[in-house]
């Protein structure tokens, strides 16, 4: 994937002299060097080891017991989470681990109560003692509980396979390797005299799932997915400032290396152009957000917003509610007109994507926000039940085989305009702004509705060009203020899919990676702020 036109810091005026450090970092020719000894196949296949184990003859003997002791569903999920973490600080290898989990797990509902229990020991008299304490811990459950659980109709998928998009297995690739392309990064950027320290680490994982269930569906899947990321930082004058890549985290595999490695040699210039930069006059400012922002703003105004569960109160204890309440379908006006938002666990390269969840449902795309009004929330089954819905949208999913599956976000994005402008084009209707540029804290209520955000990078806008960098802003708003002052979206050329690996959500908490798609958007008079005056700085 490459950043698309428009979505990177504005360009214009002279180009800078080529010099070590401001050149490309390293030609295709040399990357595919980088691969010598990696191989792949034509046709993506799930792992041979991984089919190898006996994944019907332990769903077999599981739901077999459930059913003889009762239960009216249950479900079998054998899966195995392998992750990859490689940290380098200035060039040197600060931290390297590998974790590989194998397990499964039974869930049941025995008269109107959920059980579960989980096992690592692959035998047919393990998964069979595991389905029947699944059903014990119903039965205990249901003299504590009020709930009746039911779940939404879903029809049977037989021996479905889904594996997802991408070329090269990172975990076929040697951590030396790894490491050295870290650090021969880190070492171009230190070559630079405007950086004094250099962090840059590497995210993968690899996810294998088995499924059954006592309705007759059987899915096997398998999807990877890597996070890069190399943050410069200067410590000149006494200030610490850093700048960060801003590739987001994809549902890839080590093909895309490449895009991270093309940000880095423009960052010694813009951690040096930030470093200069003066502190922003707060006020209220137009502001072009390039997705590189936004995808986070989306994520914490928009998409755990429209988590059914937590709308209905489901969260309240721990994570919060929401604004968005059920009475509002169809009638809040969430954003302008112009804005349309979707859930889609189907995406190419997204997160989130999978082929079916962990309820055994086929993944799909549908609508939260049409026109500017609330049309939709994200479901499971149990909910989709509980809320009068016909069917699920394919919204649960368990992190680990020691974990019950929730109801978790599905790649929430917001369309482009079809025939939207460049990013370029949304400056130069600007008079008076910032154009923003990569995410970085943030801050949000228990409702999901009053916050704040900032960024990596803040350009000031004046007469329709960008006149440099800004330090020290943050913008502010309440969800459907924000949403509603959007007047203009970019186009398809704009769009990127930003997210992140570690999405926190239920108790005990899992985690879960998500990704946002947006274009470049212009908001009219938001509110800005100096963090540093704040801060009482």
Known sequence: MSRAAGSGPPRGGPAPCETEQTRPFLGEAAWQKRLRHVTFPDVREIDHEFLSLPLRVLADAALQRARDLGADHADFRLERVRGQRLVL?????????????????????????????????????????????????????????????????????????????????PFDVPVRDKTELLADWSRRLLADPRVNHVDASLLQAKEQKFYADTAGTVTTQQRVRLAPVVEAVSTSDGRLESMRTIS???????????????????????????AAAPSVEPGEYDLVIDPSNLWLTIHESI??????????????????????????????????????????????????????????????????????????????????????????????????????????????????????????????????????????????????????????????????????????????????????????LGGPQTYVLGGAFNCGKGQPGQVAPVSHGCPSALFEKVRVLNTVREAGA
């Open 303 to 488: 998409g755990h917003a429209t988590e059914l569960d937590r709308a209905l109160g489901y969260e309240a204890a721990y994570a919060g509610t929401s604004f968005a309440t059920p009475d509002g379908l169809g009638s809040l006006r969430y954003g302008s007109p112009i804005m349309n938002v979707t859930g889609d666990r189907t995406v190419e390269h997204g997160l989130s994507t999978i082929g079916y969840d962990d309820e055994g449902v086929a993944t799909s795309s549908f609508e939260l926000v049409t026109d500017g009004v609330l049309t939709g929330y994200q479901r499971d089954r149990r909910i989709s039940r509980l809320t009068g819905h016909e069917r699920s949208n394919g919204c649960a999913f368990a992190d680990s085989p020691a974990t019950m599956p929730i109801q978790r976000m599905a790649n929430v994005s917001l369309a482009p305009d079809p025939r939207g402008p460049s990013t370029e084009e949304l400056i130069r209707r600007v008079d008076d702004g910032i154009y923003v540029v990569g995410d970085r804290s943030w801050s949000i209520d228990m409702q999901r509705y009053n916050f704040q955000f900032t960024g990596q990078r803040f350009y000031r806008i004046r007469g329709g060009r960008v006149t440099g960098q800004l330090r020290d802003v943050a913008y502010q708003a309440t969800t459907t203020d924000f949403w509603n002052s959007m007047t203009a």
């Open 248 to 274: 987001p985290p994809v549902g890839r595999g080590y093909e895309y290396l490449p895009t991270v490695e093309a940000e880095l040699a423009e960052l010694p210039e813009l951690l040096a152009a930030k």
């Open 89 to 169: 600080a200035d060039g040197s290898v600060e931290s390297s681990g590998e974790t590989d989990t194998l397990g499964f797990a039974v869930r049941v509902v025995h008269n109107g109560t959920w059980g579960f229990a989980a096992g690592t020991e692959l035998t047919t008299d393990a998964a069979a003692s595991v389905a029947a304490r699944a059903v014990d811990v119903a039965k205990v459950a249901s003299v504590l509980s009020s709930d009746h659980i039911e779940l939404a109709p879903e029809p049977a998928h037989h021996d479905a396979v889904w594996v997802s998009s991408y070329e090269v297995d």
